[in-house]
């Protein structure tokens, strides 16, 4: 089995910053890529950034240039910085990973719980 436990989220103003943090643990072979997502009241799940084993990132056209992803292969660990928040980057903020299991050699798509990120005006 394999968890992602999610850190960081609570109350902002409008300007401030945070920093959500990601573990994974269990029977990990290896991750492959890593992200976040968010969802807020009403709307659909939208990626906010991702990054590859490798480092290679990828970003919301939303938050490009005021949040960055980065992530600790050795500790399973990935994280988002999050600068210049707005009252529309409130939501949920969800970890994901693409995990190799180490008991089956198989492939899986891992969520967090989520965490909750409110931006106030």
């Known amino acids: 089995q394999v968890q992602l436990v999610e850190s960081g989220g609570g109350l902002v103003q409008a300007g401030g910053s945070l920093r959500l943090s990601c573990a994974a643990s269990?029977?990990?072979?290896?991750?492959?890529?890593m992200g976040w997502y968010r969802q807020a009241p009403g709307k659909q799940r939208e990626l906010v950034a991702s990054i590859t084993y490798g480092g290679r990132t990828d970003y919301g056209d939303d938050v490009q240039g005021r949040f960055t992803i980065s992530r600790i292969n050795a500790k399973n660990t990935v994280y988002l910085q999050m600068n210049g928040l707005k009252p529309e980057d409130t939501a949920v903020y969800y970890c994901n990973a693409n995990v190799i299991e180490r008991r089956s050699n198989r492939y899986l798509e891992v969520w967090g719980q989520g965490t909750l990120v409110t931006v106030s005006s």
């Open positions: 269990g029977t990990i072979f290896s991750i492959n890529a």
